[in-house]
């Protein structure tokens, strides 16, 4: 049965205390992982570091919202859209491993409704998946056809193929060279430029994301 009344945790740490930052960064963890683990990891204060002028806001993962589908619609009401009411001049979504996934299938879901998204090994879903669009010619060429109401994972690549088509310049990517998922993310990479696509040694682990959200912050993707 699906619990309705879920309400997702919530962390957030503030640009500077009393001043509202003009982005916000709203990221998910992957699986098992909590939102504290991406302050225990240094990621908002790297990025201030950095001087990157960011409020972030970070989300549970909440695996039976996952499952049942209703993740990115709990995500889009309970934390985009009281976003946008604050004021928040530019939003960008992110995520790592099925966090990143999810970020996805809200682009899917609510295309537009964010203004760039930030992907750290997002998870590429089964192998089935990875492999139909291998067969179909890589993501460029994949038609999704119609998709059921559970096809999350194929609303992810199917966002994908759209930003890379629409506005390639909202999205960044990046993921570790032996990463277990490696040849699905390097197909997600392949639609992207060259500079909206960053792989560091390492594999589907903390420090390899840490790696990569160091080059993400020093390449500016969040001034």
């Not at 179909?136 to 056809?145: F, T, V």
């Not at 109401?149 to 993921?175: F, H, I, M, N, T």
């Not at 570790?176 to 998922?181: K, L, N, T, W, Y």
């Amino acid at each position: 049965m699906v619990d309705a009344t879920h309400v997702l945790e919530v962390q957030h740490v503030s640009w500077r205390a009393g001043r509202q930052a003009p982005t916000l960064l709203i990221l998910l963890p992957g699986a098992y992982d909590r939102p504290q683990d991406f302050i225990t990891h240094d990621f908002p204060a790297i990025a201030h570091a950095q001087g990157a002028a960011v409020d972030f806001r970070l989300v549970e993962s909440d695996l039976t919202s996952v499952a049942d589908g209703t993740l990115a619609h709990r995500l889009h009401r309970q934390v985009v859209l009281p976003a946008r009411a604050e004021g928040y001049r530019r939003i960008v979504l992110g995520g790592i491993s099925i966090g990143g996934l999810t970020a996805l299938v809200h682009a899917d879901h609510y295309p537009g409704s964010v203004d760039g998204l930030m992907l750290l090994a997002p998870y590429p879903g089964n192998r089935g998946i990875t492999q139909e669009i291998a067969r179909g010619g890589g993501l460029a060429h994949w038609q999704a056809g119609e998709l059921a109401a559970s096809d999350d994972e194929k609303r992810g690549w199917r966002a994908l193929q759209r930003l890379a088509q629409q506005s390639p310049a909202r999205v960044w990517l990046g993921y570790g060279e032996d990463d277990r998922f490696a040849p699905g993310l390097a197909m997600m990479a392949d639609v992207l430029p060259p500079p909206r696509a960053c792989t560091v040694p390492g594999g589907h682990d903390w420090p390899t994301w840490s790696a990569l959200w160091q080059r993400c912050c020093a390449a500016g993707e969040l001034a």
